[in-house]
């Protein structure tokens, strides 16, 4: 019986470990658009379309690439500290890499230091769907994609206000886009000043 208390108590700690503080540095890291690299092979990919999309598992495997399928598909779960999305600050919106679902906006985005990307608010209701997830003797709530229902991640109640909510997000299944305003914006002032036309 103590045996059994003490591997549970092992068990809970490696639970808990991976929402714990990180005591690694790391640098920052220059994070271009990912959108544009890995979406040539998957006809459901769309900023725009917010039809539901029902595919075969079989089917998703064929477009997917090996570790987006395993995070999103087989509810897997990437290593805490390993997305470049994780300190990523820019401005911008944050996409489901499986269907190009609009998920999160930048300004909603805060650092937990859980591992994980983390947000407080989704883009909207419908962008997210939440289910029960009791698997690993935990009670959580799972949070998918609203438009392919993929696994993003999970969803807890110690986040900032205005919400109170913590989305801990896998970094494998999100996309950013930068805002292409503040891009404008940054092209215009940087010619502006080439040229010697401070305003």
């Known amino acids: 019986m103590r045996l059994e208390k003490i591997i549970i108590f092992i068990l809970a700690c490696s639970?808990?470990?991976?929402c714990s503080y990180s005591q690694q540095t790391l640098s920052k890291i220059v994070i271009k658009?990912?959108?544009?690299?890995?979406k040539?092979?998957?006809p459901v990919y769309s900023n725009t379309d917010t039809s539901s999309v029902k595919l075969s598992e079989e089917e998703w495997k064929k477009i997917?690439?090996?570790?987006?399928?395993?995070i999103a598909r087989e509810k897997g779960t990437e290593r805490p500290w390993t997305s470049p999305l994780e300190t990523l600050t820019a401005k911008g919106t944050y996409y489901c890499a499986v269907c190009g679902n609009a998920l999160f906006l930048s300004d909603t985005k805060f650092e937990s230091g859980c591992g994980w990307?983390?947000?407080?608010q989704p883009v909207s209701k419908t962008s997210i769907i939440y289910t029960p997830d009791n698997s690993h003797g935990m009670k959580r709530v799972e949070v998918q994609c609203g438009r392919?229902?993929?696994?993003?991640g999970h969803v807890f109640e110690d986040g900032p206000p205005p919400t109170g909510l913590r989305y801990c997000i896998n970094g494998v299944v999100l996309d950013f886009k930068k805002a292409q305003e503040i891009e404008k914006?940054?092209?215009?002032?940087?010619?502006?000043?080439?040229?010697?036309k401070e305003q």
């Open 185 to 196: 914006n940054f092209k215009k002032d940087k010619d502006n000043k080439s040229s010697g």
């Open 148 to 152: 392919c229902e993929s696994h993003l």
């Open 117 to 120: 990307p983390s947000f407080y």
């Open 33 to 38: 658009d990912t959108m544009d690299d890995k």
């Open 40 to 42: 040539t092979n998957n």
């Open 15 to 18: 639970v808990f470990q991976q």
């Open 64 to 70: 997917l690439p090996a570790n987006v399928y395993q």
